[in-house]
C-alpha cells in the first residue's frame, strides 16, 4: 500500500496523504552493479526491498508539500516504453472524423496495429516540462494509465499477468501529428510523461476500471474509463510477453480515450486518474526548435 516517487536531485520519496517523505538512504539496499548492466530498472526491481528499508526512515525523513515537490519519472531506467495504439473504440472514431488525423485514412484498433515502442530517452516526470520542438507541427495531449512491470517474463499467460505489475502511474503519450511512423512522432524528449508516483499493485483492485480527466487550462479534452481499454491491461501484458521478453522496469502505456487535442507553448494540463494520483504538467518550448 505505497506511493513510491523519485524527485528533484534523484531523491527517493514516500507519499503520507499530501506529503512526500525523504527516504532517500533506503536506496543503499540497491546491489552494486557493473558493464554491462543488465536491462532493467534496479528500483522496480528490488521493489519490495527497497519500500520495506523506506518504511522506518518516516519518521524522521524529511517532509515536502506534494504541491511543492518537482517529480521526475518513478522509473528511471525503463528498457521499454510500450505503447498501445487506438486502444479506445471512440478515440478510434474522433482519429476518423477527423479524415485520419495521422494521415491515415482508416485508422484501425489496436487488434490491426498491434503495439510499438516509445524511445526511452522520451521519459520524464510530471514535474518536468513537455517541450515542443515543432512549433510549426500540431503536438497532441493523451493521458493514458500506465502499468509498471515488476516481474519480467515472456508468454505470460493472462490469468497471470496483474502479478508481474509493480504498480500503476498516471501517463501522457504525447505525440505529433505527421506521416512518420508513431515510434518517431511520440519519442521525442519530454514525450513521454509519467507520474506523478508509483502505486503498487495491491493499491488498485481493478485497473480495468478507473475514471481518469485531462484538462487543459481549465477546459476539459478528455474524461473516459479504461473499462473501454479494447486490449485490457491483462491482454496488453499476454501480448506483449509475446513478443518481448518484459524486465522489471518496463512501461505498458495502455492507450487514450477519445477527446485528444492540440497543446502550445504555456498550456497547463491537470491530469487525475482515480486511484493513482493526479499532476499539473506545464508545455514549454524546446531549446532548440524546428
Ligand atoms: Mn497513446
Not at 506529503?19 to 552494486?32: E, G, S
Not at 495521422?102 to 487488434?111: E, H, Q, R, S, W
Not at 511520440?186 to 507520474?195: N, R, W
Request: proline share 4%; charged share 20%.
Amino acid at each position: 500500500m505505497t506511493k513510491i516517487c523519485r524527485f528533484e536531485g534523484n531523491r527517493l520519496g514516500i507519499l503520507d496523504g499530501d506529503q512526500v517523505v525523504d527516504v532517500t538512504p533506503a536506496l543503499d539496499v540497491l546491489p552494486a552493479v557493473r558493464w554491462p548492466i543488465p536491462a532493467g530498472d534496479l528500483l522496480i526491481q528490488n521493489l519490495g526491498a527497497v519500500i520495506a528499508a523506506s518504511l522506518p526512515l518516516m519518521a524522521t525523513g524529511a517532509r515536502h508539500a506534494v504541491a511543492a515537490v518537482n517529480f521526475l519519472s518513478p522509473v528511471a531506467n525503463s528498457s521499454k516504453v510500450i505503447g498501445a495504439p487506438v486502444n479506445y473504440s471512440k478515440h478510434q472514431d474522433e482519429a476518423n472524423a477527423d479524415g485520419g488525423k495521422n494521415f491515415d485514412l482508416d485508422v484501425k484498433t489496436i487488434d490491426h496495429y498491434g503495439l510499438f515502442l516509445k524511445a526511452n530517452s522520451s521519459l520524464v516526470g510530471t514535474g518536468e516540462m513537455i517541450e515542443i520542438a515543432y512549433p510549426s507541427r500540431r503536438t497532441d495531449h493523451e493521458i493514458e494509465l500506465v502499468a509498471v512491470i515488476g516481474k519480467g517474463g515472456r508468454n505470460i499467460a493472462r490469468d497471470d499477468a496483474l502479478d508481474h505489475v509493480a504498480g500503476y502511474c498516471l501517463g501522457l503519450d504525447m505525440t505529433i501529428r505527421g506521416t512518420e511512423d508513431r515510434s518517431l512522432r511520440k519519442s521525442l524528449d519530454t514525450f513521454s510523461v509519467a507520474g506523478p508516483w508509483l502505486v503498487t499493485s495491491d493499491e488498485i483492485a481493478d485497473p480495468n476500471a478507473l475514471q481518469m480527466t485531462l484538462t487543459v487550462n481549465g477546459g476539459v479534452r478528455q474524461h473516459a474509463n479504461t473499462a473501454d481499454m479494447i486490449f485490457d491491461v491483462q491482454k496488453l501484458i499476454e501480448y506483449a510477453s509475446q513478443f518481448y521478453t518484459l524486465v522489471p522496469g518496463d512501461m505498458i502505456f495502455t492507450g487514450t480515450p477519445e477527446g485528444v487535442g492540440p497543446v502550445d507553448v504555456g498550456d497547463m494540463l491537470n491530469c487525475t486518474i482515480e486511484g493513482v494520483g493526479s499532476a499539473a504538467v506545464i508545455i514549454g518550448a524546446a531549446a532548440r526548435q524546428y
